[in-house]
Antibody, heavy 117, light 107 residues
Framework: EVQLVESGGGLVQPGGSLRLSCAASGFTFNTYSMNWVRQAPGKGLEWVSYISSSSSAIYYADSVKGRFTISRDNAKNSLYLQMNSLRAEDTAVYYC??????????WGQGTLVTVSS | DIQMTQSPSSLSASVGDRVTITCRASQGISNYLAWFQQKPGKAPKSLIYAASSLQSGVPSKFSGSGSGTDFTLTITSLQPEDFATYYCQQYNSYPLTFGGGTKVEIK
C-alpha cells in the first residue's frame, strides 16, 4: 500500500523558513517523480513543485520560484521542500503527491503551514 | 500556463440523482486530464486519469469523458458519501493546473 506522510509544518513568522518532509513507503520511491501541492484555507488546489525520480528535472510554480527548493533522498525514501522568505500567502496545507505521469495518483494527508506574526 | 475552468462552482442534488461537472482547458491537452474528489479536512483522492480511465478501487458510478479542451465528470446514483468537492487537473504540461472546484451539496 502506498503511504506518504508529511511532516514539518507549523507556525512561522513572515520572512522565516521551514523545511517540510514527506516519508514514502509501499512503492519503489526512486523510480517515481514527486510533487508538492498546496491548498490555502478554504481555497482550491495549487501545484507548487516537481522533481523527477533522479532529481535531474525540477520545476517550480512562479509564486514560489527563488524562495522554495525541492529535493529528495532516494536512499531514505524521502521528499523535502525547503521554504524560505515565507509570506502570509504561503499559508496552506502542503501535500506531497506521487507523480505518476502527472496525474498524481497518491497523496499524503498534508501538513499545515501558517505564516503569521 | 494552461487555465482550467470548471462549472458549475457548486450544485445541489438529491440522493439518487445523476450529476455532471464540466471542465474546459484554455488550450488542447489531448486526454491528459485527471479528476479528484476531496472531502472536508481530507487529502484529494484520485478518481479518474487520462480523461476516462478509472483509478483502481473507484466505483463505476464515476465516469469521465472528453478530449482536447472539453471534459466532463459524471456521477450516477448520487449517495451521501459522494457529497464533496471535485477538481479537474491537466497534466499535459507543467505547471500542473487545477480547476477551481465544484462543490456538490445535498439538496
Amino acid at each position: 500500500e502506498v503511504q506518504l506522510v508529511e511532516s514539518g509544518g507549523g507556525l512561522v513568522q513572515p520572512g522565516g523558513s521551514l523545511r517540510l518532509s514527506c516519508a514514502a513507503s509501499g512503492f519503489t520511491f526512486n523510480t517515481y517523480s514527486m510533487n508538492w501541492v498546496r491548498q490555502a484555507p478554504g481555497k482550491g488546489l495549487e501545484w507548487v513543485s516537481y522533481i523527477s525520480s533522479s532529481s535531474s528535472a525540477i520545476y517550480y510554480a512562479d509564486s514560489v520560484k527563488g524562495r522554495f527548493t525541492i529535493s529528495r533522498d532516494n536512499a531514505k525514501n524521502s521528499l523535502y521542500l525547503q521554504m524560505n522568505s515565507l509570506r502570509a500567502e504561503d499559508t496552506a496545507v502542503y501535500y506531497c503527491a506521487e507523480g505518476g505521469f502527472g496525474e498524481l495518483p497518491y497523496w499524503g494527508q498534508g501538513t499545515l503551514v501558517t505564516v503569521s506574526s | 500556463d494552461i487555465q482550467m475552468t470548471q462549472s458549475p462552482s457548486s450544485l445541489s442534488a438529491s440522493v439518487g440523482d445523476r450529476v455532471t461537472i464540466t471542465c474546459r482547458a484554455s488550450q488542447g491537452i489531448s486526454n491528459y486530464l485527471a479528476w479528484f474528489q476531496q472531502k472536508p479536512g481530507k487529502a484529494p483522492k484520485s478518481l479518474i486519469y487520462a480523461a476516462s480511465s478509472l483509478q483502481s478501487g473507484v466505483p463505476s458510478k464515476f465516469s469521465g469523458s472528453g478530449s482536447g479542451t472539453d471534459f466532463t465528470l459524471t456521477i450516477t446514483s448520487l449517495q451521501p458519501e459522494d457529497f464533496a468537492t471535485y477538481y479537474c487537473q491537466q497534466y499535459n504540461s507543467y505547471p500542473l493546473t487545477f480547476g477551481g472546484g465544484t462543490k456538490v451539496e445535498i439538496k
